[in-house]
């Protein structure tokens, strides 16, 4: 962190930006900004370099690379645990693999690595790596915490698992557990991103449970708080995308293509579980109401919708093949 202070005082020397201006926007005190800068304080809230980071590096390419190089920098136990709830939100798994690594079973983190144990679950999920039944027996593999941050990720993942094996009503207790945790979480970052990540398993419940207009609600409120370039941003316009399937398809399909180009724009498509279900459920829509079927990825399409696909336009030959494949495999078939 010494290091990236020092760059940081020589990056705002160089493009004069003014301390004050600076410290305002982060939200902290002129001395204490200054304190920071001149190696006083040994490190800077995450928080506080996220808010000063857009005038810090006006360009995007350019600010992300420098909080991936801030969050990697942070040694604090709380820094750590907010960088592992911002990059869930905003999608950086890869990052959150890396800061995991460094500090998991260090002396130095004994305080928060069953913390660090339990974001490596939830990111072994968002790299599709487990799921499902599986995701639960390693749930229940772990110990009981009084910490609420805690307690609310172990729901969540409970959560994630139930939905995973389509049981989608099962994960309402779990959801109504979390609400009342949340109202208990001191750190109002922290609060921030858990509050973001469990609205959107909210928007979910609604929809299945065909609350559409609350579904909508949620997902807007979203859009509108989430950080501009988020996964939990792209994941609310393809949760309003589903809501719209059957009412409207071509808003449904705009929904999804603006989801897509989101996750597309943070670079995690080729190892994003969410990704490809997206696509499959955009070829859904296509092949359900004949609408740009031309345009279908069929490299990120599941086998359900390919066998769709077969059995509408094809022969159905491949269709019979992928349905006794996908019964072979017990999956969830949507069609």
Known sequence: MKSFIKNLQEHINYVKLDVGT???????????????????????KLES????????????T??????????????????????????????EYQLMKKLIKKHINSDKKEKIN?????????????????EGEELQRKLDELSHSKNVDYQIIVDMLHGFALYDSSNFMAMVPYSKKIDQNLLLVENAFIKKHLD??????????NLFSNKIKECR??????IRSAPEDSVIKAKALSCLG????????????????????????????????????IHSTLAFLRIEYGINVDKIDWDFV????????????????????YFENLKNKEKFIRI
Not at 49 to 60: E, V
Not at 264 to 274: D, E, F, Q, V
Request: charged share 30%; aromatic share 12%.
């Open 302 to 321: 599941g086998e359900a919708e390919k066998a769709f696909f077969d059995a509408k336009f094809g022969s159905g030959v491949k269709a019979r093949f």
């Open 217 to 222: 609600d949620i997902c807007n409120s979203i």
């Open 196 to 205: 973001l990540q469990h609205d959107d398993r909210k928007a979910h419940i």
């Open 49 to 60: 370099f996220l808010l000063m980071a857009p005038d810090l590096y006006p360009n995007w």
């Open 62 to 91: 350019d600010r992300r690379k420098k909080i991936r190089e801030f969050i990697l920098a942070c040694e604090s136990d709380l820094n750590v645990k907010k960088g592992l709830s911002y990059c869930q939100t905003i999608g």
């Open 242 to 277: 589903e809501s719209f399937i059957f009412e409207n398809p071509f808003q449904a399909e705009t929904y999804f293509l603006e989801s897509l180009k989101l996750i597309k724009r943070l670079g995690i498509t080729t190892y994003s579980k969410m990704y490809r279900s």
């Open 114 to 130: 069953k913390y660090l144990h339990l974001y490596d679950l939830y990111n072994q999920r968002n790299l599709s790596k487990l």
């Open 22 to 44: 600076l410290a305002k926007k982060a939200d902290i005190d002129r001395t204490n900004l200054n304190r920071v800068l001149n190696g006083k304080i040994k490190e800077m």
